[in-house]
């Protein structure tokens, strides 16, 4: 029905790495787990699936949406900083729009107005305006003023009362992303842990993530998962 989910618990055992994905346990509804091991880690979250399941684990991760501190830009860095956010938008919007194309394919229009609606707001002049003012006037760099101005029109969203505006925060957030992405603050929206060829996009693998986005989730190889 349309009951929530409880959460269920997972445990990774301590002493294997991400590369070769840790034994794991999952409980989903109605499961009780033995107590933990000292060492293993236990976690707990919303499951896609019941019952339980032992196997390895794909930890996935995502493009962090905090960037550290860095001094003022120099006066003459900050033209070329302004260039490199406009690379970075452009650079975001075309791989959204691959993606775009790709959820058309496999799973239909419906699915792809996800990513349409990323790609309206990375293409949207107002913040890119809001942003290159940032860069130039506190001589920061576009990572920092992607966030603030990006991080403050989320929040604003977050705190409507109408729930559909509310929602419009995390496509804020996902297009936030795509362009700290293409800013070279993570090498990918959809890697887990592992890096190369060690990361096999959750085939095969329990898969374990703060928040599994449209984008990581096409990532993923999700009929063996």
């Given at each position: 029905g349309n009951a929530a989910r409880p959460e269920a618990s997972w445990r990774i055992r301590r002493?294997?790495?991400?590369t070769e994905g840790g034994p794991a346990v999952t409980a989903g509804r109605g499961k009780r787990m033995t107590q933990a091991r000292k060492d293993e880690t236990?976690?707990?979250?919303?499951?896609?699936?019941?019952?339980?399941?032992?196997?390895?684990?794909?930890?996935?991760r995502d493009c962090p949406l905090e960037t550290d501190a860095d001094p003022a830009l120099d006066t003459d860095r900050v033209p070329p900083e302004?260039?490199?956010?406009?690379?970075?938008?452009?650079?975001?919007a075309r791989r959204v729009g691959s993606l775009r194309r790709q959820a058309e394919?496999?799973?239909?229009?419906?699915?792809?107005?996800?990513?349409?609606?990323?790609?309206?707001?990375?293409?949207?002049?107002?913040w890119h305006e809001q942003v290159t003012a940032a860069i130039r006037s506190?001589?920061?760099?576009?990572?920092?003023?992607?966030?603030?101005?990006?991080g403050h029109h989320e929040n604003r969203m977050r705190g409507f009362a109408d729930p559909h505006l509310r929602d419009r925060a995390t496509d804020v957030a996902e297009a936030r992303r795509h362009v700290l992405a293409a800013l070279g603050t993570c090498e990918s929206l959809s890697l887990c842990a592992a890096?190369?060829?060690?990361?096999?996009?959750?085939?095969n693998r329990i898969v374990v993530a703060p928040e599994l986005t449209p984008a990581m989730t096409l990532g993923m190889d999700s009929e063996h998962v």
């Open positions: 002493g294997s790495s991400p236990t976690r707990r979250g919303l499951p896609l699936s019941d019952g339980v399941a032992v196997g390895q684990v794909c930890l996935f302004v260039d490199r956010f406009g690379r970075a938008v452009r650079d975001a394919e496999r799973m239909g229009l419906a699915e792809a107005g996800i990513f349409e609606a990323h790609l309206v707001l990375i293409e949207d002049a107002a506190q001589r920061v760099r576009a990572e920092a003023a992607v966030n603030t101005v990006l890096t190369g060829k060690a990361c096999l996009r959750g085939r």
